[in-house]
Structures are given as C-alpha cells and as structure tokens.
Nanobody, 126 residues
Framework: VQLQASGGGLVQAGGSLRLSCAAS????????LAWFRQAPGKEREFVAA????????YYADSVKGRFTISRDNAVNTVYLEMGPLKPEDTAVYYC????????????????????WGQGTLVTVSS
C-alpha cells in the first residue's frame, strides 16, 4: 500500500486548507484511513479517521467542529478539510491506513496503523 499526502502550505490563522491522501497498491473495500500530525518537539497525535466501507468518522477533541474528514471511494482518496485554522495546528500531517474497519475509540494511536504516507507540512501564522 502506498499513501501519497498533499495539500499542505502556509496559511494565516482563521484560514482553511484541504489535505488529500491518495491510496494505491490495493483496493480499499474495508479498513480505516486516518490523519495524524506531529509538531516540532512533540509526539505524533491523532487528528481524524474514517472507515472506508461505512464512512464512520472520528475526531480528536482539538479539531472537532473545525476539521472534516471525507473519502472518495472511486479514486481511493481521503480528504481533510481544515478550518478555521489556529497557530497550534502547525505540524507535519501524515495519512495512515489500517486494515481494520471496526469501530474505534478515540483517540487513535500510531501503532494501530499499518501503512504511512510521507508528511505534508501545514504552517499557520498568527
């Protein structure tokens, strides 16, 4: 499985960005795709996740109500709509995939995911 993340950039506080994660190498009929982020000097943390089959969504408390995760099964791509952004959202964002599509309890953890894409940097200026 290969995951390709894109869409990061520099944005002012209050602005919006959309990240994309394109999956290839296998067909996702089940499983879960998620976004994690890692700020300098901090551990990687859960942001949002979506199950591929049922579309159930999960969010970290810090982004609930501001971020929206969605998927397009036809093109094996997951999106993360972010906004309004805050300076504390600055981080490298990673997409990850798990073969498990069962119900999750938040927060999710990196060890629960089998496949990882490269990161995309999001910088929010104040």
């Amino acid at each position: 499985v290969q995951l390709q993340a894109s869409g990061g950039g520099l944005v002012q506080a209050g602005g919006s960005l959309r990240l994309s994660c394109a999956a290839s190498g296998r067909t996702f009929s089940s499983g879960t795709l998620a976004w994690f982020r890692q700020a300098p000097g901090k551990e990687r943390e859960f942001v949002a996740a979506i199950t591929w089959a049922g579309g159930s969504t999960y969010y970290a408390d810090s982004v609930k109500g501001r971020f929206t995760i969605s998927r397009d099964n036809a093109v094996n791509t997951v999106y993360l709509e972010m906004g309004p952004l805050k300076p504390e959202d600055t981080a490298v964002y990673y997409c990850a995939a798990s073969i498990k599509g069962n119900a999750w309890s938040t927060p999710l953890f990196p060890y629960q995911f089998n496949y990882w894409g490269q990161g995309t940097l999001v910088t929010v200026s104040s």
